[in-house]
T-cell receptor, first 114, second 114 residues
Framework: NAGVTQTPKFRILKIGQSMTLQCTQD?????MYWYRQDPGMGLKLIYY???????DKGEVPNGYNVSRSTTEDFPLRLELAAPSQTSVYFC?????????????FGQGTRLTVV | AQSVTQPDIHITVSEGASLELRCNYS??????LFWYVQSPGQGLQLLLK??????LVQGIKGFEAEFKRSQSSFNLRKPSVHWSDAAEYFC????????????FGGGTRVLVKP
């Protein structure tokens, strides 16, 4: 049982480049989330999705886009990379949106923008 | 809006000693509270959670946490620390109406001395 899988694990981007962070889950979870983790700041929610075809902004969505064409996949797109987007990105999923439902996290993608 | 504060950025503890990590939250109603652990290079793993009922909750790996409404706190404890407990620990709060979107504290990094 793979759980939540993120690729790549590490990436270095130049300013202005674009990339897609991949996230897939095999637990048939409806809810999926993207967080970014900055030192001393905890995790901040970027975008989330409550099901295929439905996405919504979180706390820090600027500079990012998402799509949810299938239940399994929730890619995060950076169109014009900026140094401020240097961070560790975590994808998570949960069966539903109830707060007592455990969220499962991927291992993270460490992104550096230079 | 809900918020979480973890006052200690770093804690160093000797192996076999007890550990307590502090967490204070701000939320208007009864909170849903969580502790996650992030081992080096890994994603976040749920240690324990509190929704209602007994204010002392037991989690995995020998951890426990106590909810104190009067102090708006949810401190994490372990009686005897093992070297494998060296990690970063995150307290988080969720809200019933928030679609399982979690608000995280800044994290506490625990170092274990032999």
């Amino acid at each position: 049982n793979a759980g939540v899988t993120q690729t790549p694990k590490f990436r270095i981007l130049k300013i202005g480049q674009s990339m897609t962070l991949q996230c897939t889950q095999d637990m048939n979870h409806n809810y999926m989330y993207w967080y970014r983790q900055d030192p001393g700041m905890g995790l901040k929610l970027i975008y989330y999705s409550v099901g295929a075809g439905i996405t919504d902004k979180g706390e820090v969505p600027n500079g990012y886009n998402v799509s949810r064409s299938t239940t399994e996949d929730f890619p995060l797109r950076l169109e014009l990379a900026a140094p401020s987007q240097t961070s560790v990105y975590f994808c998570a999923s949960s069966y539903d949106g109830q707060p007592n439902t455990e969220a499962f996290f991927g291992q993270g993608t460490r992104l550096t923008v230079v | 809006a809900q918020s979480v504060t973890q006052p200690d950025i770093h804690i160093t503890v000797s192996e076999g000693a007890s550990l307590e990590l502090r967490c204070n939250y701000s939320y208007g109603a009864t909170p849903y509270l969580f502790w996650y652990v992030q081992s080096p290079g890994q994603g976040l793993q749920l240690l324990l959670k509190y929704f209602s009922g007994d204010t002392l909750v037991q989690g995995i790996k020998g951890f426990e946490a106590e909810f104190k409404r009067s102090q708006s706190s949810f401190n994490l404890r372990k009686p005897s620390v093992h070297w494998s407990d060296a990690a970063e620990y995150f307290c988080a709060v969720g809200a019933r109406a928030a679609g399982n979107k979690l608000t995280f504290g800044g994290g506490t990094r625990v170092l274990v001395k032999p």
